[in-house]
């Protein structure tokens, strides 16, 4: 069992950058596979990025390539998400998940624990 908590939402104007972070209890995180994932109003979750166990491989959106940094410090028990150039279509509440199987790591089922969200408003 592992409990998510995210961090470092907010109100951002467009091109501006914020950082998530979602901490991990437990003493078995670098065991799970971590993603993180959105929801904008009105639309169905969808997949951000994704980080391996060790962090050494990622994934990302396609919407979000080249803006967006995923990493973890498994020592802190900690995943993070750097957002940069960011877009009023960004705006969403962001939920880190955790898996310990790791594969299909963009897929929302794949997912066994969530963290309660965080709100990203972009302003144009």
């Known amino acids: 069992q592992v409990q998510l908590v995210e961090s470092g939402g907010g109100l951002v104007q467009a091109g501006g950058s914020l950082r998530l972070s979602c901490a991990a209890s437990g003493r078995t995180f670098s065991s799970y596979a971590m993603g993180w994932f959105r929801q904008g109003p009105g639309k169905e979750r969808e997949f951000v990025a994704a980080?391996?166990?060790?962090?050494?491989?990622?994934y990302y959106a396609d919407s979000v390539k080249g803006r967006f940094t995923i990493s973890r410090d498994n020592a802190k028990n900690t995943v993070y998400l750097q957002m940069n150039s960011l877009k009023p279509e960004d705006t969403a509440v962001y939920y880190c998940a955790a898996q310990n199987i790791g594969i299909r790591l963009r897929v929302v089922g794949a997912y066994d624990y969530w963290g309660q969200g965080t709100q990203v408003t972009v302003s144009s």
């Open positions: 980080i391996n166990r060790d962090g050494g491989t990622t």
